[in-house]
């Protein structure tokens, strides 16, 4: 299986910030890579797929970049919605897995 | 919009069968575009995929559960459901039914996979 490790595991920032979360791949995934934001008691939310195409009605805040092993999310300015974990999952093959996840506090 | 509502007990006794139903409004499960899985959260874990089904009823297992989980669909309710055996304390978690989008990369050929829609998730604990 693909392992997913993310990092930092939990992030303190500020209103306004640029923020930028890391994903890697044990492997190559080429650009399969999708970034999900939960909230708790909600349903998880999917951000980018193909590791930069943001879903429809995400804000344009929001992007991602990466290729082979290495990805990342970027937020390029904190609001308060915005606090939550986020989650990177590779869809490369099967069986498809998710990082362990970042939480994303306020400071 | 599609929305996914997942329904069933919240509390499973130890070597029992867990079973789920996801009913979806919004979307049907005939759909040839879509798969339809089961994810489970762990308490202070990531997220594990379990695997999905097509309309027609084909499967894909994470191999590292394939001998406990069965998922099936009813079209005719637009339900699919997921069993899950011999639950222990390492099966309690959110347990999540999610429409997995398959979408083909036309200028390369591979296809992308991903979770566009999810339920609100239930709680499942197992405990006698």
């Known amino acids: 299986d693909v392992q997913m490790t993310q990092s930092p595991s939990s992030l303190s920032a500020s209103v306004g910030d640029r923020i930028t979360i890391a994903c890697r791949a044990s492997?190559?995934?080429?650009?399969?890579l999708n970034w999900y934001q939960h909230k708790p008691a909600k349903a998880p939310k999917l951000l980018i797929y193909?590791?930069?195409t943001l879903q429809s009605g995400v804000p344009s805040r929001f992007s991602g970049s990466g290729s082979g092993t290495d990805f990342t999310l970027t937020i390029s300015s904190l609001q308060p919605e915005d606090f939550a974990t986020y989650y990177c999952?590779?869809?490369?093959?099967?069986?498809?897995?998710f990082g362990q996840g970042t939480r994303l506090e306020i400071k | 919009q599609v929305q996914l509502q997942e329904s069933g007990p919240g509390l499973v006794k130890p070597s029992q069968t867990l079973s789920l139903t996801c009913t979806v409004s919004?979307?049907?499960?005939?759909?040839?575009?879509?798969?339809w899985s089961w994810i489970r959260h762990h308490p202070g874990k990531g997220l594990e995929w379990l695997g999905y089904?097509?309309?027609?009823?084909?499967?894909y297992y994470n191999p590292s559960r394939q001998s406990r989980v069965t998922i099936s669909v009813d079209t005719s309710k637009n339900q699919f459901s997921l069993k899950l055996s011999f639950m222990t304390a390492a099966d309690s978690a959110v347990y999540y039914c999610?429409?997995?989008?398959?979408?083909?990369?036309?200028?390369?050929?591979?296809?992308?996979?991903?979770?566009?829609?999810w339920g609100q998730g239930t709680l499942v604990t197992v405990s006698s």
């Open positions: 999610a429409r997995t989008l398959q979408v083909e990369r036309r200028a390369t050929g591979g296809w992308d996979y991903y979770f566009d829609s």
């Open positions: 919004g979307a049907s499960l005939s759909s040839g575009t879509h798969y």
């Open positions: 089904i097509s309309y027609r009823g084909y499967t």
């Open positions: 492997q190559s995934i080429s650009n399969y």
């Open positions: 193909g590791a930069s």
């Open positions: 999952q590779h869809s490369y093959n099967t069986p498809f897995t």
